[in-house]
């Protein structure tokens, strides 16, 4: 074995070649400290050659490969073995090209998301793609995750922000799809594949994304709600009444925001008084710089006369709208805060499940419902993407109740909401994966034909089970 790491040593250059327990712990520490992570090394290749190189190496050695990018994602897709090589796309993070009048711009897999935004944002470009992560997530691993975030109500998910990629294939070769072209019907979308995998058909190198126009005025509110049901009229009119200008819509439940006005130092609750729910509005258009200024103030006029509107119909409580860029970032910070927050309130059993947008206020009623019913004192701590669907509904542990001993619950506990989840022709993962957390959901939920053509499918691009085996198929 050592012959194998002195070659792939060879490739990358043996400072980056990783073995030593201490220095690879950066790596197999998982977000959620869920599932133990360990492996027989990082490598940190600096270039699509050295990722095909290695991956044939591992190949002829018959080990398996985790590929990884900023190590945040939520399921455990990651997660790596004892045996198994971590291959860690942080060295290629490089934009190769921004293509203004293309609105397009080709990265690096290693590139961090927040950096992709800048670099579109000087060419005086909008990269939409935004979530809590997006300091240190890498694109490659938001691809491979098909990542959402909250700007997916008006712009999409990673898949629709892609228009071509790269990828290493198990054998070592490379599948070369980048492409910045809008239209392309030629054959099937084998980036569709990639994208939303997990690191289970190929390792994604670099890929061409779609930019948009830099939003210049936004208006931005928190609104406090009676029910989820108001929470979905106001969603509905508000559409109606902006167009396509609604970017943001996120749902908090009040348990949520008041952890993070205790928890999080500066945290206020932006309403003078505690609703049921609170919802995050953010609305934008991109108007050039000298109309900037009342492009803004009339955007937020807009804002501002549908939640009047809305509260003379009792849909809404009370609305704080913010007036400049600060105040609409400090609310904003509030919903990333809320999943901060959440650490503080003891253990938590996670949900990420979409269902269709008219059936979020009955999936909130059952869900909770039935949560307490099996457990007396389980304190629901919803939020998440209402514009999509998708509720982050997590429950944080009874506080008179053992850590350990509510965790030990979780499994029941998903298979509560999960049944409620199917009822309602929804998805037990709408956002974060399946990884290693979802497995059995994967197995029980998926059909039979589906799960089938999944197997087919990896087999055409993995015969050997290489790369991330375990992830994804159950
Ligand atoms: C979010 O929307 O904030 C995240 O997807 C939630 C999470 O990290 O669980
Ligand atoms: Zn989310």
């Known amino acids: 074995m050592q012959n194998f790491l002195d070659r792939i040593a060879q490739i990358v250059g043996a400072q980056h070649l990783i073995t030593a327990a201490a220095a690879t712990q950066k790596y197999t520490t998982e977000l959620r400290q869920r599932y133990a992570s360990e492996c027989r090394a990082v490598v940190l290749p600096a270039d699509p050659e050295q990722v095909a190189a290695v991956v044939t190496c591992c190949a002829a050695a018959k080990v398996s490969m985790v590929p990884q990018g900023g190590n945040t994602g939520a399921v455990g897709g990651a997660v790596a073995r004892r045996e198994q090589v971590i291959i860690n796309l942080g060295r290629m993070n490089r934009i190769l090209e921004v ?49 959402g975030g909250i700007n997916v109500l008006r712009y999409g998910s990673a898949r629709d922000l892609t228009l071509g990629l790269e990828a290493v294939l198990a054998d070592g070769r490379r599948y070369c799809g980048l492409s910045n072209v809008r239209k392309n019907n030629t054959g099937y979308d084998l980036k569709n594949l990639f994208i939303g995998s997990e690191g289970t058909l ?16 936004q208006a931005a509110a928190v609104v406090g709600l009676q029910d989820a049901d108001s929470a979905l009229a106001l969603l509905s009119s508000l559409r109606a009444a902006t167009g396509d200008c609604l970017t943001t819509f996120e749902l908090m439940a009040n348990i949520a925001v008041q952890a993070a006005v205790a ?11 505690q609703h049921p729910w609170y919802a995050l509005i953010v609305a934008t258009t991109s108007h050039t710089a000298a109309e900037s200024d009342d492009a803004e103030t009339a955007l937020q006029r807009q804002l501002e006369s549908c939640l009047a509107q809305a509260m003379q119909q009792d849909i809404v409580q009370d609305a704080a709208l913010a007036t400049n860029d600060r105040q609409a970032q400090q609310l904003l910070r509030l919903r990333e805060n809320i999943v901060t927050a959440q650490a503080f309130e003891g253990g938590s059993i996670k949900h990420d499940i979409s269902v269709p947008l008219a059936q979020v206020p009955e999936f909130l009623r059952r869900a909770q419902h039935a949560v307490q019913a099996a457990m007396p004192g389980a304190r629901p701590y919803a939020y998440g993407h209402m514009g999509d669907g998708n509720i982050h509904f997590n429950i944080s542990q009874p506080p008179d109740m053992e850590r350990a001993a509510f ?23 709408a956002e974060h994966g399946i990884g290693i957390a979802k497995l059995d959901d994967m197995k029980k939920y998926k059909d039979a034909v589906s799960l089938a053509l999944y197997q087919q499918i990896k087999r055409a691009f993995d015969p050997h089970n290489l790369f991330n085996p375990g992830k994804v198929n159950p």
Do not use: W
Not at 118 to 134: D, K, N, T, Y
Not at 202 to 217: E, M, N, V
Not at 409 to 429: D, K, M, R, T, Y
């Open 407 to 429: 965790l030990a619950q979780a499994p029941q506990i998903h298979e509560l909401v999960h049944e409620i989840v199917h009822q309602l022709n929804g998805s037990f993962s």
């Open 99 to 147: 293509d203004a009048a293309n609105y397009s711009m080709r990265v690096q897999a290693g590139c961090v998301l927040a950096d992709i935004q800048q670099a579109a944002r000087r060419h005086e470009r909008f990269f939409p793609l935004s979530l809590g992560a997006q300091g240190s997530c890498q694109i490659g691993g938001n691809l491979a995750t098909n990542a």
């Open 263 to 273: 928890h999080i130092p500066r945290q206020s609750d932006p309403l003078p008084q």
């Open 202 to 217: 190929g390792i994604i190198t670099a890929a061409d994304l779609k930019l948009f126009p830099l939003a210049r005025a």
